[in-house]
Antibody, heavy 117, light 105 residues
Framework: QVQLVQSGAEVKKPGASVKVSCKAS????????IHWVRQAPGQGLEWMGI????????KDAQKFQGRVTLTRDTSTTTVYMELGSLRSDDTAVYYC??????????WGQGTLVTVSS | SYELTQPPSVSVSPGQTASITCSGD??????ASWYQQKSGQSPVLVIY???RRPSGIPERFSGSKSGNTATLTISETQAMDEADYYC????????FGGGTKLSVL
């Protein structure tokens, strides 16, 4: 069973950074690449990037290049998404998820990040 | 840039069939997936590779594709099906449609 457990809600000021974690079981960590998808309030789903937890290789969506950093900790089977230079329009729920057969089968519970002065 | 287009809203009466479309350039050459998202919850995969249903998804959810348009069909729609539905495909990276709000009236 794939399980993805994310960290709790965050409130940040504009210009700050936020780091969201996504803890996976060891089987999930070694089997699947982990994607990050966000959803602004009342808006649709937006893909941000992917990390291979085994190799650490990442690919970011062009929109977020230079602002997002995906990392992992193999000792705790946790992946991280750090978004910098936060703006008010980065207020969103951030999800980690895994893909099989070109579809997102498993999702974390989501982490609300609020950017407000 | 590549886009997937969905109608913003669809309404259906309980017990009737709801159809939600998703169109995109060359979607016929890609796999389409569909997600159900209820308020305050994470998305749930209901259809993948155009027409396959994950375990646990009721048979009344089905998917099809014709040309560059994918369609999610919900038969015998129930009140519990009221949700936002998103299509998704790949164009070098994953892409989602804008979402369709299904109202069961």
């Amino acid at each position: 069973q794939v399980q993805l457990v994310q960290s709790g809600a965050e409130v940040k000021k504009p210009g700050a950074s936020v780091k969201v974690s996504c803890k996976a079981s060891r089987d999930t960590f070694t089997t699947y690449h982990i994607h990050w998808v966000r959803q602004a309030p009342g808006q649709g789903l937006e893909w941000m990037g992917i990390i291979n937890p085994t190799s650490g290789i990442t690919k970011d969506a062009q929109k977020f290049q230079g602002r997002v950093t995906l990392t992992r900790d193999t000792s705790t089977t946790t992946v991280y998404m750090e978004l910098g230079s936060l703006r008010s329009d980065d207020t969103a729920v951030y999800y980690c998820a895994t893909v099989t057969a070109a579809a997102f089968h498993y999702w974390g519970q989501g982490t609300l990040v609020t950017v407000s002065s | 840039s590549y886009e997937l287009t969905q109608p913003p809203s669809v309404s259906v009466s309980p017990g009737q069939t709801a159809s939600i479309t998703c169109s995109g350039d060359k979607l016929g050459d890609k796999y389409a997936s569909w997600y159900q998202q209820k308020s305050g919850q994470s998305p749930v995969l209901v259809i993948y590779t155009d027409s396959r249903r994950p375990s646990g998804i009721p048979e009344r959810f089905s998917g099809s594709k014709s040309g560059n348009t994918a369609t999610l069909t919900i038969s015998e729609t129930q009140a519990m099906d009221e949700a936002d539905y998103y299509c998704q495909a790949w164009d070098n990276s994953p892409l989602f449609g804008g979402g369709t709000k299904l109202s069961v009236l």
